[in-house]
Every structure is written in structure tokens, then in C-alpha cells.
């Protein structure tokens, strides 16, 4: 029903920053907890951050610190900002949206930090 679309991954330098955008299909901030999971080769996937509505979150100690989550209701858009990245970053990036009984994924973007 729902449909995610993540962008804004890339090729960056250690140290430096990247946003990454979900875009849903419809209004979804009020209805569901969003999360960002990364999975990188080889590994599993990781939750690194949720945020429910209300404005709540939580980081994964990987990440706390460098990554913030916020959210754009109006345009059904939840964004990670990335900051100081580091190569042990480097994974594919996913949207995720869960509600009762259902659950939402995006098709990821790809991050790649170079040392």
C-alpha cells in the first residue's frame, strides 16, 4: 500500500556529510514509527535510528552523535543527515515504515565512504 523511496546516497570522503531523503507514498508520519536500518556486504541488517510521532527517537550507539533523523509531515519525506562519516559507515540505506500488522520498506541507496 505504502511505498518508500530513499535517495540521496553517494561517494564521500571520511569526514564529510550526506542527507539521505524517504519519500512515502502518502501521509505516513502520524500513522507509523519510521526507522533508518543499513546493511552492509556480507552483514546484517542494523536498526540505527527510529522516530515516532510525537518527535521521539533512538539511535544506535554506532551512529548517536554524528546521524540525526527529522521529518517533513507535510511532504511525507523522512530525512537521515549524516555527518562525519566514516568508512565503517558504508552500507546500503533503508527506509522503513511500521504500523500494526504491517510493515514498509524502501528499496535502499548506497553509501560509500572512502578513507
Known amino acids: 500500500q505504502v511505498q518508500l523511496v530513499e535517495s540521496g546516497g553517494g561517494l564521500v570522503q571520511a569526514g564529510g556529510s550526506l542527507r539521505l531523503s524517504c519519500v512515502a507514498s502518502e501521509r505516513i508520519f502520524t500513522f507509523y514509527k519510521m526507522d533508518w536500518y543499513r546493511q552492509a556486504p556480507g552483514k546484517q541488517r542494523e536498526l540505527i535510528v527510529t522516530i515516532i510521532s510525537g518527535g521521539n527517537t533512538i539511535y544506535a550507539d554506532s551512529v548517536k552523535g554524528r546521524f540525526t533523523i527529522f521529518a517533513d509531515d507535510a511532504r511525507n519525506t523522512i530525512y537521515l543527515q549524516m555527518n562525519s562519516l566514516k568508512p565503517e559507515d558504508t552500507a546500503d540505506y533503508y527506509c522503513?515504515?511500521?504500523?500494526?500488522?504491517?510493515?514498509?520498506w524502501g528499496k535502499g541507496t548506497l553509501v560509500t565512504v572512502s578513507s
Open positions: 522503513h515504515a511500521a504500523g500494526l500488522g504491517v510493515d514498509y
